[in-house]
C-alpha cells in the first residue's frame, strides 16, 4: 500500500508538474481577448516584464492571458489555444521563448513558391517552419517525428484537411537570437520597449519602401505606381508634416549608407523591403552600373574572382569555368588574377558587404522603423537560433515588430495589400490574418498598432461581429482599403452576390488597390465573371493587376 500510495503521489506530481499554469487578466473578458504562450523557464526570468505587457494590453481593452508550461509538444499548446478560443473569444497569441515549432511538409501547394523535393532533400531544409499549425484550426496534420536536435516537430498536412488557409486567429512570435547575449535578457528588453510604444500614441506618418536588385525582374513600370498606390493607403505620409520616400536599388552604386540612415530616424513608422535575403543576410543591390571601359573591366574581373572561389574544391567545375571564359569570351587567367590572395580576398569580402546588411550591422544599426515588412525570401526564418527579422526586433532601436517569410516568397504578388489598415489603428496581426500564405509570420508583438490617423477605427471593425449590410455601407468609403476588408470579409461570410459585386467593383473603382483586390478574390472564385474581368485587367493602368 505504501509502494501504491508513494506512486500515486509521484505521478500526480508529475501531471502538476506538465500542467500549464494560467495567469488570468485583471478585467472581465467580454468582447474579444489574447494570449501569451511562453515556457515556464521564460516566464520565471521575465515575469515582471512580461505582467507588464498584460497590463498594458488591458488598459487597450484586450484582456490578456498568459500560459506557460515546459512544453512538450505543439498538440499541447494547440490545445490551449482552441480552449481560449472558445470560452474567451481569443482574437490571437503570441509564442515567447522556447514554444516548440511546426515543421510543414505536404503543404508546398500553400506557399507562394517554395517548392523543394521532399524525399531528395534532409527534412529540416524541405519542411516549412510555419504557425499555420496553431492559428488555422480547420487544417488537419499527420504527426511523424520529433527533430533529433532542434525543438522542431514534423508533420504532414493531412489528406483530409482543408488544401486552404483561413486564419481563425493570429500569431506572432518573441525569440531571443544567438547573439551572445542572455536570452531573457533579450526578451525582457524587448518587452519594455514594446511597452513604451504602446503608450506612445504614435500616428503612421513616416513611410520608407526600398526595392532591391531582382525585384519585380527589375521592372520600372511595376515600381513606379507604388508611390500611387501608398498615397491611395496612407495619404498622410504624403501630407505636410508627413513623409514617404522610395528609394531603388540604383539610385546610387551603394545605396546601404542611405538605407541605413533612414533605419536609423527617430520617427520612422513603417518600412518595407521589396529584397532578395537568406536568415543571415538582405541582399539590396548587385554589381553597380559602370561607365567607362576601366570599370566594366574591373567589375567583370570581380564576378570572375568570386566565380573561381566558388569552385575552388571542385575541380572539374573549375576547369569548366577556365573553359568557358576562355573559349566563349576570349579571357585569359589574368581575368582572376588574386582569386587566393588573402589580400585580394578581404577587399572583394569588404566589396561584397557594401550590396547587403548582416547580423551584425543590424544590431549596430539599431533600427528604429516601428514596423518592417520583408518582402523577401528567409529573413524571417525563426528555426535558425539567428535571423535577420530577430535581430531587427531584439535590437537597441525602436523596432518592435516585423512581417517576414520562414522560407522563399514569391515577389511578383501584391506585398503591399491592405497597408492602409495599419494607418487606421489595426494592429498588425488582424492585418496579418487576411495573408493566408504557410510562410509569411510576425516576429515581434502582433498586437502592435497606431493611433488611426483618421476618424476610422480599423482595428474596431475588424474585431466587430460580421454583418453584412454594415460591410455594404463600408463599400461608400473614401478610403480605398476599408473598401478592401469589406470585400474580404463579404467573400469570407459567403455573401451571396460576391462575384457580381466584385466585378462591379472593379468596373467602377478609380482605385488601383481596390481594383486589385476585386481581380484576387475573383481568381479565387474562378468563374464567368473573373474570365469577364481578365479582359478588362489587360489593359489596366496597374502593372500588378496586367
Known amino acids: 500500500m505504501r ?30 481577448s ?17 505582467k507588464a505587457y498584460q497590463e498594458t494590453l488591458g488598459q487597450e481593452g484586450l484582456p490578456t492571458f498568459i500560459v506557460y508550461n515546459d512544453w512538450k509538444k505543439p498538440e499541447d499548446v494547440k490545445k490551449v489555444i482552441a480552449k481560449l478560443y472558445k470560452k474567451n473569444n481569443l482574437e490571437g497569441v503570441v509564442f ?82 544567438n547573439n551572445g547575449e542572455d536570452a531573457y535578457a533579450q526578451i525582457s528588453r524587448y518587452l519594455k520597449k514594446a511597452i513604451a510604444e504602446h503608450k506612445s500614441g ?20 511595376a515600381w513606379t505606381p507604388e508611390a500611387f498606390t501608398i498615397r491611395e493607403q496612407m495619404p498622410k505620409v504624403f501630407d505636410r508634416e508627413g ?37 543571415n543576410r538582405m541582399y539590396l543591390s548587385g554589381s553597380p552600373e559602370t561607365q567607362s571601359w576601366t ?13 573561381a572561389r566558388r569552385y575552388e574544391n571542385r575541380p572539374k567545375d573549375f576547369k569548366a569555368m577556365m573553359d568557358r571564359m576562355q573559349n566563349k569570351y576570349g579571357l585569359d587567367s589574368t581575368w582572376i588574377e588574386g582569386w587566393n590572395d588573402p589580400k585580394v580576398i578581404k577587399e572583394d569580402s569588404l566589396r561584397d558587404l557594401r550590396t547587403g546588411i548582416i547580423l551584425p550591422e543590424v544590431t549596430e544599426i539599431k533600427p528604429n522603423s516601428r514596423m518592417v515588412i520583408f518582402d523577401a525570401c528567409y529573413n524571417g526564418d525563426f528555426r535558425e537560433k539567428d535571423y535577420i527579422a530577430g535581430r531587427f526586433i531584439m535590437s ?22 491592405l497597408l492602409g489598415l495599419l494607418g487606421m489603428g489595426v494592429r498588425v496581426g488582424q492585418w496579418a490574418k487576411l495573408t493566408n500564405i504557410l510562410e509569411s509570420h510576425i516576429t515581434g508583438d502582433p498586437t502592435f498598432r497606431f493611433k488611426s490617423i483618421n476618424e476610422v477605427d480599423a482595428n474596431a471593425l ?54 486589385f483586390t476585386c481581380l484576387a478574390l475573383l481568381e479565387k472564385l474562378n468563374d464567368k465573371n473573373f474570365q469577364d474581368v481578365l479582359l478588362l485587367s489587360i489593359n489596366d493602368s496597374y502593372e500588378f493587376i496586367r
Not at 489574447?34 to 515582471?48: H, L, P, R, S, W
Not at 512581417?403 to 503591399?416: E, G, I, R, T, Y
Not at 455601407?473 to 459567403?494: G, I, M, T
Open 202 to 221: 504614435n500616428k503612421l506618418d513616416q513611410f520608407f519602401s526600398y526595392t532591391g536588385d531582382g525585384s519585380y525582374s527589375n521592372s520600372m513600370v
Open 295 to 307: 570599370d566594366h573591366m574591373d567589375e567583370m574581373k570581380y564576378y570572375w574572382r568570386g566565380l
Open 96 to 177: 515567447v521563448g522556447d514554444v516548440p515549432v511546426a515543421m510543414i511538409r505536404k503543404g508546398q501547394h500553400m506557399t507562394s513558391a517554395f517548392k523543394m523535393d521532399e524525399n531528395e532533400n534532409p527534412f529540416i531544409d524541405s519542411s516549412v517552419p510555419s504557425d499555420r499549425f496553431y492559428d488555422d484550426f480547420d487544417l488537419k496534420f499527420d504527426f511523424l517525428k520529433k527533430d533529433s536536435v532542434e525543438n522542431f516537430f514534423y508533420y504532414n498536412l493531412a489528406i483530409e484537411s482543408p488544401q486552404q488557409i483561413q486564419c481563425d486567429i493570429y500569431s506572432g512570435r518573441i525569440k531571443a537570437i
Open 396 to 417: 537597441e532601436g525602436k523596432c518592435v515588430t516585423t512581417f517576414a517569410n520562414s522560407v522563399n516568397v514569391l515577389q511578383d504578388k501584391m506585398a503591399n495589400e
Open 34 to 50: 489574447f494570449a501569451v504562450i511562453t515556457d515556464k523557464g521564460t516566464y520565471q526570468a521575465c515575469e515582471a516584464e512580461l
Open 462 to 515: 475588424m474585431i466587430a461581429p460580421y454583418n453584412e449590410a454594415q460591410m455594404l455601407e463600408l463599400l461608400n468609403s473614401p478610403y480605398a482599403d476599408v473598401q478592401n476588408l469589406a470585400l474580404h470579409r463579404l467573400y469570407r461570410n459567403k455573401y451571396a452576390g460576391i462575384s457580381d459585386l466584385l466585378k462591379k467593383t472593379y468596373e467602377t473603382s478609380p482605385y488601383m488597390m481596390t481594383r
Open 243 to 279: 513623409r514617404a520616400r522610395f528609394i531603388r536599388y540604383n539610385f546610387s552604386p551603394y545605396p546601404k549608407d542611405d538605407i541605413i540612415n533612414m533605419l536609423k530616424r527617430e520617427d520612422l513608422d513603417l518600412s518595407i523591403f521589396h529584397e532578395h535575403g537568406v536568415p
Open 3 to 32: 509502494k501504491l500510495l508513494t506512486g500515486g503521489l509521484l505521478l500526480c506530481g508529475a501531471l502538476a508538474m506538465h500542467a500549464q499554469t494560467y495567469v488570468k487578466p485583471a478585467m472581465k473578458v467580454t468582447e474579444t
